[in-house]
């Protein structure tokens, strides 16, 4: 039963492997992935996914249903709030385990995040989701996802490894700057994914090291 009252039945059965595996992905292919609020992800190659507030476009209708003390109608708009994300999570992860072997995920931590004026944004992304998500997906393909310390990652120059970014809760809003170091401008989200792949190849060239 869920929180509206509606009763589901859950029924398992055994399936052969080669059923449950799906395509495989692109031999090789590597990604980085910088989770944020603004853009839910950005990759090594530059691609944004990004979306609108889920949480804010029924804020309204949530206010006043709650206002009025309709109950039924609030575990609905939170239901469609929930539903509409969890659609989102599951089409964008699918397009990125489709397209690469080996996704590197930022391991941005959401509890820490959340204590700040940030938190309803962070909310709304739904990066673990996103991550639980890519994770069988990747596995489904013969792929895999690895979650990676991003450390670091926003302030570092992605070309010469300088920390020259602009760092602190007060730099989040400077979406682009240039390196002091080598010159090179970098935009923030994508300076970090492409990063996160730099960490991601380090971290797997060790365990095999």
Known sequence: EDSRGRWYVNLTCEIPDENWFQEPSPFGSEVGIDPGTKTVMTTSDGEEFSRENI???YAEKLALAQRHRKKKRVKA???KIKNSRQ???????FELAKRYQTSFFGNASSGKLAKTKMA???????WHEIKTFL?????RRGGRMLEINERNSTVTCSTCLQKT??????GLSIREWICCSCKTSNRRDHNA??????LGRETLSLRFN
Not at 120 to 126: H, N, P, S, T, V
Not at 135 to 139: C, G, I, M, N
Not at 165 to 170: C, F, I, K, V
Request: hydrophobic residues 25%; without cysteine.
């Open 165 to 170: 970014g602009p760092s602190g809760l007060s």
């Open 135 to 139: 994770s069988y997906k990747s596995l």
């Open 77 to 79: 708009i939170h239901a």
């Open 87 to 93: 659609d989102w999570n599951h089409k964008k992860s």
């Open 120 to 126: 309803k944004g962070i909310y709304d992304a739904g």
């Open 193 to 198: 994914a492409k990063n996160i792949l730099r």
């Open 55 to 57: 949480t804010r476009k």
